[in-house]
């Protein structure tokens, strides 16, 4: 298994790629067995197993874009808040992409 995590911002990236989380952070939506499972508590935050991590592959790229990095076949794609960000037609647009992974 390989997960693709993107972004547009290289912060956001670099944070999630260190793999740190705090408390609220891990409250939502994370059952307590997974946390428990997954992740070590480090002082205040949730530090995710080295595991998880080396399967996340990391990719600065903005769906907006007319031209998308080169990317696998996909069995499922998440777009957890972010077509919030974006007008009926850039979403189409982003659904279209999708499909054709």
Do not use: H
Not at 3 to 19: K, M, V, W, Y
Not at 51 to 71: E, G, T, Y
């Amino acid at each position: 298994m390989k997960i693709i995590a993107s972004d547009l911002c290289s912060g956001i990236l670099e944070r999630a790629q260190a793999g740190r989380f705090g408390q609220l952070e891990v409250n939502r939506g994370l059952p307590a067995p997974l946390l428990l499972k997954y992740f070590q508590r480090e002082g205040l935050e949730w530090q995710i197993s080295k595991n998880v991590r080396s399967l996340v592959q990391f990719r600065q790229f903005n769906l907006a874009d007319d031209i998308w990095p080169s990317l696998p076949k996909m069995d499922v794609v998440f777009l957890r808040n972010v077509l919030i960000y974006f007008d009926v037609s850039t979403k189409k647009q982003i659904f279209r992409r999708i499909r054709t992974l």
